[in-house]
């Protein structure tokens, strides 16, 4: 692997741009524009220092900046490595893919088995109710004025919806209809943070949300899960916000105990902070019900954030927001401000879907599908499976040493992996893999399983 010590780097000492952001400056600019490319190795903070003639605290503070904003990764013990997918628009040529490992915005190339996670089927709806959805969605007229709350019918229905699934004691007035997790995160974001505030995300946790917090300025402060979720001893006492999935930590995959939650809560009540939610993946649970929303017994300190990606497809666009009515109203002039809106005729399309049970028809079925294709990722793998019997991944627990050239391997095989390693801010303290089983075929699963069984050494159990 080419180890990066010929970056035309510089220092001005005469400018007023701190040192280390003068050099996370010129590293971010060369990783956005293709001089750096992912999976490519940085030399240690050490050399770097050597190399400006700057001390290494200045160069571990770019590192550390450029890890929060998710340009880097750094995998255990072997260094910093420009991140997987910084590089998101070339074409996906096997050995592109392969390089890149756990690359996530382009599809695999055809014949490759792809146990990423992320990604639902998005086969599997029926066509009709489909159909019927758009045709409803065209007879609406245009509205020249669209509500940043989202459409009054819309909100009703999603509350409805909540208050049966989730247990939310929510009404309409709670509800703002979003594009999805993402959107909704921003949007509080936008509203609740700023430079100088620090946001809390999960170690390990969802990457796109460090990316979110840190795009509105905030400093993002890792949070360290345990196989159950969310420690609350470790969280400081400063954030303003913190992101968390309760449900189904990602990727661990842990359910937060209700003791944990009343402690959570009791804590951002000490603190004042804003715990967002992350419900990402709750309609798929294949055991028993799933614990019912965080939201629902505080509903002064919790954000819900709620999305059809993983039920229909993040290509639907649609998702929601719930919130204390005074956070929400200042969330709605942020979104005017902002001129960010949800289109009205998806907002359409998905209320018929709810009105006539085509969501919840297609729910019951994609259950059966994902519950057997988990199963045989537990069939395969059974000992190193770790994460509640819910959502559309597991995690595979494996010893440090062995992940980076097991999923080497299997990518020579055409199986295409992520890790765990790559979910972290800081240094990995969890190691394995993050299997998803959304986008591929029983069939696929299997067969992924069965390389992945290959190339685990007899001692890694
Ligand atoms: C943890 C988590 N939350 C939410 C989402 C969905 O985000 P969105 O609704 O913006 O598509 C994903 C998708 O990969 C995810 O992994």
Redesign the pocket.
């Known amino acids: 692997m080419r180890v990066t010590i010929d970056l035309p780097l510089t220092v001005d000492r005469e400018s007023p741009v701190p040192l280390a952001a003068q050099v996370a400056g010129q590293l971010r600019e060369a990783m956005r524009t293709g001089r750096l490319r992912a999976g490519e190795r940085l030399p240690s903070t050490r050399a770097l220092a050597a190399l400006l003639g700057v001390s290494r605290t200045v160069a571990t503070d770019a590192y550390q900046q450029l890890y929060a904003e998710g340009w880097l990764d750094g995998r255990h013990g072997s260094g910093t490595y420009v991140a997987d997918d910084t590089l998101p628009y070339e074409q996906p040529g096997a050995q592109a893919v392969e390089a890149r490992g756990a690359a996530r915005r382009e599809p695999a190339p055809p014949g490759w088995v792809d146990l990423r996670?992320?990604?639902p089927w998005v086969f599997g709806y029926d066509t009709a109710a489909w159909r019927r959805a758009w045709r409803s969605a065209g007879e609406l007229a245009l509205n020249a004025f669209p509500d940043p709350y989202g459409h009054p019918e819309l909100r009703e229905l999603l509350a409805d919806h909540l208050r049966r699934a989730r247990a939310v004691p929510v009404g309409a007035g709670n509800v703002m209809v979003t594009?999805?997790?993402?959107?909704g995160l921003d949007l509080i974001a936008a509203t609740l943070l700023g430079p100088g505030s620090r946001a809390g995300v999960e170690e390990p946790g969802?990457r796109?949300?460090r990316r979110i917090f840190a795009s509105r300025g905030a400093e993002v402060v890792p949070c360290p899960v345990d196989e159950q979720g969310v420690i609350v001893e470790a969280l400081p006492d400063d954030l303003r916000v913190l992101y968390t999935?309760p449900a189904h930590q990602?990727p661990v995959g842990g359910r937060l105990p209700i003791p944990r939650r009343e402690k959570l809560l009791a804590w951002a009540r000490r603190t004042g902070a804003i715990v967002v939610e992350?419900d990402?993946d709750a309609e798929f649970r294949y055991d028993v019900a799933p614990l019912p929303a965080l939201y629902g017994l505080d509903p002064g300190r919790v954000v819900l954030?709620g999305?059809?990606?993983?039920s229909l497809g993040?290509d639907v666009g649609l998702?929601w927001l719930v919130a204390p009515a005074d956070l929400l109203d200042a969330v709605a002039e942020r979104r005017m401000h902002l001129a960010d809106r949800t289109s009205g005729p998806v907002q359409r399309a998905v209320a018929t879907l709810l009105e006539r049970g085509d969501l919840d028809r297609h729910l019951r079925r994609m259950r059966l599908e994902y519950a057997r294709r988990r199963a045989a990722i537990v069939e395969a793998l059974g000992p190193y499976v770790r994460g509640d019997t819910a959502g559309l991944h597991v995690m595979v627990s494996l010893p440090a040493g062995v992940v980076p050239g097991l999923v080497r391997r299997a990518g020579e095989r055409g199986v295409l992996l992520d890790t765990t390693e790559a979910h972290h801010q800081g240094p990995p303290r969890v190691h394995g893999l993050v299997l998803g089983y959304g986008s591929a075929s029983r069939a696929d699963v299997r067969r992924g399983c069965a390389v992945i069984r290959e190339l685990i050494p007899p001692e890694g159990a």
């Open positions: 996670p992320g990604r594009r999805g997790t993402g959107n969802w796109a949300a999935t990602f992350d990402y954030l999305t059809l990606s993983k993040p998702g």
